[in-house]
């Protein structure tokens, strides 16, 4: 699956998710948006998961495995340059192709997304009007449900649009800037070539100009008794034989120089050709370091202008359920139903993007080998890089979700032992919740993890 699609099907489950608290909470036996142990007492915590995860002795290869997709990415997005115009005008029709199947692929997914997201929320809010019985209850928790689900995923899509937009504009400044290297390379090393080859001309003309000058008494004295008509036959061979050996001699001389000055250029020519290499790997990593950090520092911002919002959001909503909250997180059959209808749609959704994955990989590669014929060249495919993207994406998800079960396991022993009834995540509750994180990061931060995180796959860009 493509890095976009896996994207696409990643943010489906987190929208999924939102949209019907209900099924993520009952593991904790309730409405709410974390995971606990009932309890009489009533009490409330709550966990800076962020923090958390940052405090993970996994976290650094956690970010590691990210920063290499990044890097992935962008090495897929540079343009091949060199084309004849006729080549430039079948890549562009291919990247115009490729843009219109990436988009009705998206399209695609997001209404397959969009109908399991609805079906599954109905269901789960018919089943909890089932549940909570005459009281109304159901309607209610079914509508603030979608309230909250509604504003969070504004948000999130906002931000994560953003970051995407963003993240565009970066790699093609740093696309751009690598052209305008290439050119600017390959513009010097013509330069020192030709002035390297026009030192060698002169240098060789005046050799040639100081041969004749050499040979020219010798030469004049050769002519002068070659034109005397009283020569014998044997004298004017003798003569003349002299004067070409003169001429075969000086020529010989200048074949030696130019054979000498051939490979003094062809050795500069290879010099000048790795210098450059050089320079542009190092241009190429800088604008790579710093696109990276200018992402990074982005995705902080924006995550600290919406970490609010949602603490806000999210209090207000938790207090709006605790009165469902409580009948439904005793209740373990309508628990059971709502993790059962969640695996069937999920389920559902993942095979049918999965097929739709598969077709649209090839077109994709049908229409790379069409242009790549008309143009009578290999474009390059991008398809391996973004296969390897996804390949440590998956090995990113794997190991997040071994972090994930850690922390979960920690802070069920923390809330089990503190007597707290609902333990909620990244979000405030009211003034009386009890804030959880530092307990969670000094138990989480001691955990020697038994089994190593996955390798990551070597990067195949240039």
């Known amino acids: 699956m493509t890095q976009g699609a896996r994207r696409a099907l990643g943010l489906w489950l987190a929208a999924l998710a939102v949209a019907t608290a209900a099924a993520c909470a009952q593991r904790a036996g309730g409405l709410g948006m974390g995971a606990g142990q009932p309890a009489a007492a009533g ?6 998961m962020n923090a958390v995860i940052a405090a993970h002795p996994l976290h650094a290869q956690l970010q590691r495995l990210q920063d290499q997709i990044a890097i992935l990415q962008q090495e897929a ?3 091949p340059t060199g084309m004849t115009p006729e080549q430039a005008a079948a890549y562009e029709h291919l990247q115009q192709a490729l843009a219109a199947a990436a988009a009705q692929f998206q399209t695609q997914l997001a209404q397959r997304r969009a109908y399991y997201e609805q079906q599954e929320a109905q269901a789960i809010s018919r089943l909890q009007a089932a549940t909570l019985g005459s009281s109304g209850g159901g309607n209610v928790v079914s509508r603030l449900q979608q309230e909250y689900g509604a504003q969070a995923q504004a948000m999130q899509k906002a931000a994560l649009a953003t970051l995407t937009q963003y993240r565009a504009q970066l790699f093609k ?3 751009d800037h690598l052209r305008n290297v290439q050119q600017l390379l390959a513009a010097d090393l013509r330069g020192k070539l030709r002035q390297f080859e026009a030192q060698q001309a002169s240098a060789e003309t005046k050799y040639q100009i100081a041969l004749v000058k050499a040979d020219q008494d010798e030469r004049l004295n050769l002519q002068a008794k070659l034109q005397n008509l009283a020569l014998s036959a044997q004298e004017r061979k003798q003569y003349t034989a002299q004067l070409n ?3 075969q001699a000086e020529q010989q001389k200048i074949d030696a120089l130019k054979a000498a000055d051939n490979a003094k250029l062809r050795a500069f020519e290879k010099q000048l050709e790795s210098e450059a290499a050089a320079k542009y790997n190092a241009a190429r990593a800088q604008a790579q370091a710093a696109t990276q950090a200018k992402l990074v520092a982005r995705q902080r911002e924006l995550q600290s202008q919406m970490q609010p919002q949602l603490v806000a959001l999210g209090g207000k909503f938790q207090q709006r359920l605790n009165a469902a909250n409580a009948q439904l997180a005793s209740n373990a059959a309508y628990q059971a139903r709502v993790q059962a209808i969640h695996n069937h749609m999920q389920s559902a959704y ?3 993007a999965s097929r739709a994955n598969a077709a649209y990989d090839a077109t994709r590669k049908a229409l790379v080998a069409k242009y790549s014929a008309i143009a009578h060249m290999q474009f390059e ?3 391996g890089l973004n296969e ?6 998956a090995q990113r998800r794997q190991l997040l979700d071994k972090i994930m079960a ?3 396991a920690q802070v069920a022993q923390i809330a089990q032992r503190d007597g707290l009834s609902l333990v909620v995540s990244n979000v405030l509750a009211d003034g009386t919740a009890v804030d959880l994180t530092a307990q969670v990061i000094r138990a989480v931060s001691a955990l020697h993890t038994a089994t190593a995180a996955p390798a990551a796959t070597p990067t195949g860009g240039s």
């Open 77 to 79: 997005s540079v343009q």
């Open 173 to 175: 400044q740093d696309a």
């Open 350 to 352: 993942v095979a049918e």
């Open 245 to 247: 050996a003169i001429q």
């Open 388 to 393: 390897q993207a996804d390949a440590v994406a």
């Open 381 to 383: 495919d991008t398809q």
């Open 406 to 408: 850690q922390i979960g």
């Open 43 to 48: 009490r409330v915590g709550y966990v800076d």
